[in-house]
């Protein structure tokens, strides 16, 4: 039996309550809306709370494009202690005692990971080794063998440091971990550090100041408003070059046909946008034609849902 078109389509920032897992949240809000096409773009750990953007029916479709956002997160570490997973929640591996620190001694620390740099992930992470991820590993206590990955982090503002607790405000590309860069923070001072809290301020252009909690989205389902709190398809391509289409090149992107491009575009991949808002597809620039090919096209059923497409690029007429 073919499945049921989904009724919501878009992108919900939620505030990830501390002590729930990235894929709880996904589960209530499967709940929340009523059906099973709801995922998450980008994970954060059950210690952390903030911005975890959800997306549901078609939305799931651009996902990517929102984990590939800047990221913005608040830390607070304790000095003196490390752990197997870099975090409070891990098994102490080590207790050091803490050297007589000044500001600029962290502030110096700090300084060394600015920039592009290679950075060791947590064995305690969802990297996967061998097609298993390695927080599956490390919790049978077996020996979890990662490579340094290249990351890159703009900036890292200390915002206090009263010893035993050092807090700061990281902006960083997707991919940094900052349980890493806490536990290798406290290396550098030498007596070792832990991560205890994390907030994620910003995800893109999504902030916790904008985001919904659980509590809210529930009630709002309840009362039938849920479907306000979701951002349309576009929130996640505003990195993207925007289109305008009319109802003739609407049709041949939703017959796999490519469309001609009026202005050379500065990025290769942009969006189809129709009068009313609508996302239509998303593009890629074929600079040997001039033309917009469709990548992943979009359509409205009668009910005025987005549901999908096929994408079988055709010839040019």
């Known amino acids: 039996m073919r499945e049921k078109t ?14 729930w897992t990235s894929h709880d949240v996904v589960a209530k809000v499967r709940r929340l809306l009523g ?3 709801v995922g998450h773009a980008g ?16 939305a799931t479709r ?16 304790r000095l003196g202690v490390t752990t197997d997973t870099y975090d409070i929640d891990g098994q ?6 803490i050297p007589r620190l000044t500001r600029q001694d962290v502030r110096r620390a700090l300084d060394r990971f600015v920039g592009a740099i290679q950075q060791m992930p947590p064995a305690f992470s969802a990297i996967k080794k061998d097609g298993v991820p390695a927080y599956q590993r490390a919790r049978k206590g077996q020996e979890v063998e990662l490579a340094a990955r290249p990351v890159t982090i703009h900036r890292i503002e200390l915002l206090e440091f009263q010893s035993p607790h050092v807090t700061i405000e990281v902006v960083c590309d997707p991919g940094t971990y900052i349980r890493s860069l806490t536990h290798d923070m406290g290396q550098v001072l030498g007596c070792g550090a832990v991560l205890i809290q994390l907030t994620r301020l910003r995800s893109g252009q999504f902030t916790v100041e904008d985001a919904n909690d659980l509590e809210t989205l529930a009630e709002a389902a309840r009362t039938g408003e849920l479907a306000r709190h979701l951002h349309p398809l576009r929130a996640a ?9 009319d109802a003739a090149a609407s049709q041949r992107l939703m017959h796999g046909q490519t469309i001609p491009c009026s202005v050379t575009p500065k990025m290769d991949t942009g969006y189809a946008l129709e009068f009313d808002g609508t996302v239509r597809a998303i593009l890629t620039y074929d600079a040997a034609t001039n033309l917009w090919r469709p990548h992943k096209v979009f359509a409205t059923d009668d009910g005025g849902r987005i549901s999908a497409a096929p994408c079988l690029l055709s010839p040019v007429s």
């Open 237 to 245: 391509l505003y990195d993207l070059t925007p289109v305008s289409i």
């Open 35 to 37: 059906q099973r096409e």
């Open 62 to 77: 651009v996902s990517e494009y929102l984990m590939a956002g800047q990221k913005v997160y608040r830390a607070v570490a």
């Open 43 to 58: 994970t954060l750990d059950p210690l952390a709370t903030g911005v975890l953007l959800v997306c549901a029916g078609e």
């Open 92 to 97: 102490i591996t080590a207790e050091k005692p």
């Open 6 to 19: 989904p009724t919501h389509n878009g992108i919900l920032n939620i505030n990830k309550p501390t002590g």
